[in-house]
């Protein structure tokens, strides 16, 4: 039976385990949990920093009423909602909107062009977070008359952030620094038109998403389930070890159209990956590759 904190017992326990807990054992529990979690979820944050990773695990462990590491472990192993509660506090949810500007720049001036050529098109925003990449995109095509023939595919392992993307709320006092994103990103209107002051933060105007699909997928056990001209996986792979960056690569490359985009995060790369030959580089600075074969 699971015996709750008391609320002096939690508040120390939110980034500290007990004074009286064994560090040797302690460690020995946070290697196995993480282990675990590799395993059954294909998530590896084994190679983290270990004062990091104990500061956030001691969070959840409090959050949970539990007492102990291997306790965590338990319940990780035998209920997802906890594993997705975990990975939210193990996540490094570092998003923003038209974040990178000069991606966003690029990605406009020369990956729009080649997508004015098609009838119709499906762009996958694969682990999407909290949407702010989404509706990134879902700007920049309705500013370049593409959005009405485009469909958007926002997925994540995790329902949680799925549901604030959904919501299209977001912080208020972020809204300058996503101005000067959009800006730079060759934003051609008033950044303000796209949002209302409402519910104590900026909400988007609904319109943005008649065209987007939100769904739950991971990347390391579901499938394929349609075929993309574009594909955003930015900042994604780095949570994942290689041979598992392999797999999702294999996923992608299944997934995309011929000439279809990839596009990776800052620090990914198909560099040494098999998949390096079936890929051009669209652009020098960026990384966003073209399937060539």
């Known amino acids: 039976m699971v015996v709750p904190l008391t609320p002096t017992q939690g508040a120390r326990a939110l980034s500290e385990a007990p004074s009286s807990y064994d560090t040797t054992l302690e460690r020995l529990e946070v290697e196995l949990l993480l282990e675990a979690i590799h395993r059954h979820y294909g998530f590896d944050f084994r190679t983290y920093a270990y004062a990091s990773v ?6 959840r462990i409090q959050a949970e009423g539990l007492r102990t590491v291997s306790d965590l472990q338990a319940q990780v ?4 909602d906890v594993m997705e509660r975990l ?3 193990l996540s490094v949810n570092v998003t923003s909107m038209f974040r990178d500007p000069h991606f966003y720049l690029a990605f406009r001036n020369e990956v729009l062009p080649l997508m004015r050529t098609y009838p119709f098109i499906r762009i996958w925003h694969a682990g999407c977070s909290t949407g702010e990449e ?9 500013e370049e008359g593409l959005y009405d023939r485009a469909r958007l595919y926002a997925t994540d392992i995790n329902d949680v952030v799925l549901q604030q993307a959904r919501s299209g709320i977001f912080p208020i006092d972020r809204m300058q620094e996503y101005t000067e994103n959009y800006l730079k990103a060759g934003g051609k209107h008033s950044f303000s038109q796209y949002y209302t002051a409402k519910y104590g933060g900026a909400l988007f105007s609904a319109s943005l998403m008649r065209n987007v699909v939100f769904a739950q997928h991971n990347l390391v056990t ?8 574009v594909i955003f996986c930015r900042n994604v792979l780095i949570y994942f070890d290689k041979s598992l960056q392999q797999q999702v690569h294999g996923l992608f490359y299944e997934s995309l159209v ?4 990839l596009a990776l995060g800052a620090k ?3 560099r040494f990956s098999k998949y390096e030959p079936c890929y ?13 074969r």
Do not use: C, Q
Request: charged share 35%; net charge positive; aromatic share 12%.
């Open 258 to 261: 011929n000439f279809g985009i």
């Open 280 to 292: 051009e580089r669209v652009h020098p600075n960026e990384k966003i590759y073209r399937k060539v």
């Open 222 to 229: 579901d499938r394929s389930f349609a075929e993309f001209n």
């Open 87 to 89: 990975l939210l506090d």
């Open 134 to 142: 989404v509706y990134s995109m879902a700007i920049l095509l309705e």
């Open 77 to 80: 192993l035998h209920d997802p």
């Open 268 to 270: 990914e790369s198909l």
């Open 54 to 59: 104990r500061r956030r695990l001691w969070k």
